[in-house]
């Protein structure tokens, strides 16, 4: 094997291998969801604070080509804002061994950006579409941005980033009543649909478990039209898959809450300040950017990632009583 492939990948204290590496790169957003910041927004980093282009690109080659690191998601915030995001996709791609690429979107710009990124390397896109009516859109996000949204999917299947996955939360007396006219839209369409389970991360603290739709009202309220009929064992897919009415349309469901996947987790995050976060619902990071900016060389780098890995939980601990959330909402932790 070549020297500057893979020595160690990142094992944690259980077993676990972690190959699925998504990047935030920035902690702003240009929607409000109100399941996720207040309609001022949130005090974002600085930018002295951010790692820089260069800082990403280097850490996603660290933990291509000696952490084992096989698949790179770049999240955020909103992720089209950062300027650098094609010169970083096309790093990315440039890797050998080359990693699977895509990046999670609200779609909104998508439609300007979508075949650049698939000519620099970006391989799909999951887009965040909660509502198929642009009014409760505009409630749901605080802006008026719904045609946008539309315009960014059908530019991503035009660009061929495919499969095309559509990301949905439902809200109880919002869009709890949507589920069913949203899986026949995107079926119609060819998108992939994928029901998330709202979970603690929103930076108001305002989560409720009474208040979430859960991933089984979600299937009882799909099957009240559709057949649905399960896929084989999901792995460390987060989703649980079924075919819808026979297939070869599937609709996915990510119970983080009342359906923990834990046990097969094999996901590691980089924040947009340059911190490891070992699960989405820890409490602790550990500091990659110092080191960056300290001249620590790409293998005490790639330690240091190890052995934020090692600590690990067996669980995000979601069901227990003491669960407490963590202090960084979502658009700061990256999906």
Request: charged content about 25%.
């Amino acid at each position: 094997m070549n020297t500057q492939y893979v020595t160690a990948g990142l094992v944690d204290g259980f077993g676990r291998v972690a190959t699925d590496l998504r990047v935030s790169l920035t902690d702003r957003c240009n929607l409000r969801c109100t399941y996720c910041m207040p309609e001022e927004g949130l005090d974002w980093l600085a930018k002295p604070e951010l790692l820089t282009g260069d800082e990403i690109s280097r850490l996603v080659r660290i933990a291509v080509t000696l952490l084992g690191v096989n698949e790179v998601r770049f999240t955020g915030g909103e992720p089209l804002l950062r300027r650098e995001l094609v010169d970083i996709v096309r790093a990315a791609a440039a890797l050998e061994p080359r990693p699977t690429l895509s990046v999670t979107t609200n779609g909104i710009g998508l439609a300007r950006l979508a075949g650049t990124l698939k000519e620099v390397g970006l391989d799909r896109v999951n887009v965040s579409l909660d509502t198929l009516d642009p009014v409760r859109f505009k409630a749901m996000t605080r802006r008026d941005r719904h045609a946008d949204v539309l315009a960014g999917l059908a530019a991503a299947v035009d660009a061929g980033l495919g499969p095309v996955k559509v990301n949905t939360v439902l809200m109880r007396g919002v869009n709890d009543d949507e589920a069913p006219a949203l899986l026949a839209w995107c079926v119609e369409r060819g998108y992939e649909l994928r029901f998330i389970e709202q979970m603690p991360l929103d930076a108001q603290h305002g989560w409720k478990r009474s208040e979430m739709i859960t991933a089984g009202e979600i299937l009882e309220s799909l099957r009240s039209v559709f057949r649905l009929d399960p896929e084989d064992a999901r792995g460390s897919n987060p989703a649980e898959r079924w075919l819808v009415d026979g297939g070869p349309a599937t609709v996915g469901v990510i119970g983080s809450v009342t359906r923990p996947f834990c046990g097969a987790c094999d996901r590691t995050r980089l924040t947009a300040d340059g911190q490891i976060r070992n699960c989405l619902f820890a409490r602790e990071e550990s500091d990659l950017r110092a080191a960056l900016r300290g001249g620590a060389d790409d293998a005490e780098i790639a330690e240091r990632w190890r052995a934020a890995m090692r600590t690990k939980k067996a669980g995000a601990g979601i069901d227990d009583p003491t669960f407490l959330q963590p202090d960084r909402p979502m658009s700061a932790i990256g999906g």
